[in-house]
């Protein structure tokens, strides 16, 4: 079996699969300068706010508008999540061909976004977090494999 495969830093092996990568994605007309940017927008339903953080210079400073509670999260945000992420990371690794081909390159190898302070989209502080992105990492790498066939 291949051992896993751990990202999280810009400076580590594997950053391209950080949604803080300068990967850019087009989403709903739009271009975003990286993944997080867009799913940090996509919390929010007030339009102003989402262009703020889309504008945002870093992917540091659009997660940071993001955590804001002084403007309430969408209604739907815990059931829409995932899908949100999935989109915008399909759209990524679709568009950029480095990212692609490192994903592709990994095989069937674990993927964990080795993320010490999110136990829902990485590993968590106890390395036992649902890991939730890097699931969906290998869910579209086996979408882009070319033995991949549509059902």
């Excluded at 391209?16 to 990568?21: D, G, V």
């Excluded at 007030?46 to 209604?75: E, N």
């Excluded at 010490?116 to 790498?141: E, F, H, K, S, T």
Aim: glycine share 8%.
């Amino acid at each position: 079996m291949t051992d896993p495969i751990y990202f999280y830093a810009q400076t580590d092996p594997f950053a391209e699969f950080s949604n803080f990568a300068p990967y850019g994605v087009e989403m709903d007309g739009l271009w975003w300068r990286t993944v997080e940017h867009y799913f940090q927008a996509m919390k929010f339903e007030d339009a102003p706010y989402r262009a703020r953080i889309r504008q945002s210079h870093k992917p540091k400073d659009a997660k940071g508008l993001g955590m804001t509670r002084a403007l309430p999260l969408r209604a739907d945000w815990e059931e829409v999540k995932d899908g949100v992420m999935l989109d915008a990371v399909r759209v990524k690794f679709a568009t950029h061909p480095v990212p692609r081909d490192l994903l592709l390159s990994t095989g069937d190898a674990l993927i964990v976004e080795n993320a010490p302070m999110d136990a829902y989209w990485g590993c968590g502080p106890d390395g036992q977090g649902l890991n939730r992105l890097g699931q969906i990492l290998m869910r579209v790498r086996a979408e882009l494999a070319p033995s991949h066939t549509a059902l």
